[in-house]
């Protein structure tokens, strides 16, 4: 960076304009904050309208499960009505179940006095929503280009050649953020060894407004209920989570025969998987940084942790974090104090650590829990299944907690 190079100021700057650095963005905006949100893509391309979905191969692989708390943040952010224009779908149950036993879980909204247990959105759609909301908002778009450097003291030098200055920079840059890295704040992260395959599927059966999800040794399966414009019930998005190995195998397989091994796997709840959109392959890693903050830099979403897809939490974690560090600064404005105020910071990250860490560690006990194929631990793990299912204030408690609402 050249000294004389002309400086931009901000309050805030937001790095990524993913689901979650967006909504930031547009929360902070309206709190009266001056924000740059910097995204690498060109805005046009995300704001860009989906084609209607008539085949599996119509819709993202990508989806989110977006719990209720996450819908109330977006409706608060007035984008939650543009998600429902889009394709989405609620889903009024849930069935979980152990592959290698008799353990059953179902859960349903109605128990809850809800009218859903969450709702299936496409990323692109989530993010779509929130660009159209940021257009008509004070946040000034910085899009297709991205962040070569940030310092403290220099602050954040585009590739373009502009340099940017805020009292407060947000890494919202994802799990490999550079921001995290550049600030020198230290992970704790481990290898899953394993693969979660994505895709979409057509079922012969509706998916009856349901989320399903099948454990195994080598990993969970589940099936989250997809609409399409014309409502037709046939589709589902898959989240396949496999050990490497075996999941290299399924993705060397042809179309027909991993339609084959799908449907065995989910046993043919559904019926029969008629349709296979393209496959995609993500590693799972497990990773979370020691510390949200550093002098003058928050984190939020996948740059402070990622979790195992199993529970479907990453996504509303994130909107957990957005939903802190939103309140946390609205108090900080109240009071007089800046946004970097290190007491303001403080609190952000002691509200969500520890709320995260919980989530983490439970969601690794889940997949210990049912990768261990001892016959105690499966007769104790499909004993506690079945007994948790006949307590319903018990589970519809461990439900609404998920859900982020009052049991």
């Avoid at 704040?185 to 009856?208: F, G, K, M, P």
């Avoid at 105020?341 to 969500?352: C, E, K, M, P, T």
Wanted: glycine fraction near 8%; aromatic fraction near 6%.
């Amino acid at each position: 960076m050249t000294a004389d190079a002309p400086t931009q100021q901000f309050d805030i700057l937001v790095v990524g304009g993913g689901m979650i650095g967006s909504a930031l963005a547009l929360g902070l905006s309206r709190q009266g904050w001056q924000v740059g949100l910097i995204e690498g893509a060109p805005a046009a391309s995300l704001m860009a309208p989906a084609e209607p979905a008539s085949s599996v191969d119509d819709f993202e692989p990508r989806v989110s499960a977006i719990s209720l708390a996450s819908q109330r943040l977006l409706e608060e952010l007035g984008a939650w009505p543009k998600v429902q224009a889009s394709r989405h779908c609620g889903y009024r149950e849930m069935t979980v179940w152990d592959g290698d036993g008799t353990g059953r879980i179902h859960f349903d909204a109605a128990e809850l006095h809800a009218r859903s247990l969450g709702t299936i959105v496409e990323n692109r759609n989530i993010v779509r929503a929130l660009f159209e909301s940021l257009s008509d908002s004070s946040v000034q778009l910085l899009d297709g280009v991205r962040v070569k450097a940030w310092s403290r003291g220099q602050g954040v030098e585009l590739e373009d050649g502009r340099r940017l200055a805020a009292r407060l920079v947000v890494g919202a840059d994802g799990a490999l953020s550079r921001l995290r890295q550049w600030s020198g704040l230290a992970t704790r992260e481990w290898d899953y060894d394993q693969q979660a395959i994505v895709c979409t599927v057509r079922t012969s059966q509706n998916h009856r407004y349901t989320a399903w999800q099948r454990f195994s040794p080598t990993g969970p399966l589940a099936f989250l209920p997809l609409l399409n414009e014309a409502g037709d019930e046939h589709f589902c998005s898959i989240v396949w989570s496999q050990d490497t190995l075996e999941a290299r195998r399924l993705m060397a397989l042809g179309t027909e025969s991993f339609r084959k091994e799908l449907e065995a796997a989910i046993e043919r709840e559904l019926g029969e998987v008629l349709a296979v959109s393209r496959r995609f392959a993500f590693p799972l890693r497990q990773r979370h940084a020691k510390d949200y903050i550093a002098d003058g830099l928050a984190l939020v979403g996948d740059a402070a942790h990622t979790i195992h897809p199993l529970a479907g939490q990453g996504a509303n974690l994130g909107y957990g974090d957005v939903r802190a560090l939103l309140e946390e600064l609205e108090r900080a404005r109240e009071l007089g104090l800046a946004p970097d105020d290190a007491s303001v910071l403080a609190r952000y990250q002691r509200r969500r650590k520890g709320e995260n860490l919980t989530m983490m560690a439970a969601m690794e006990g889940f997949k210990q829990l049912f990768a261990r194929d001892e016959l105690p631990v499966r007769w104790l793990r499909n004993t506690g299944m079945r007994w948790l299912n006949q307590l319903a204030p018990l589970k519809n408690r461990i439900a609404a907690e998920a859900m982020g609402i009052d049991a």
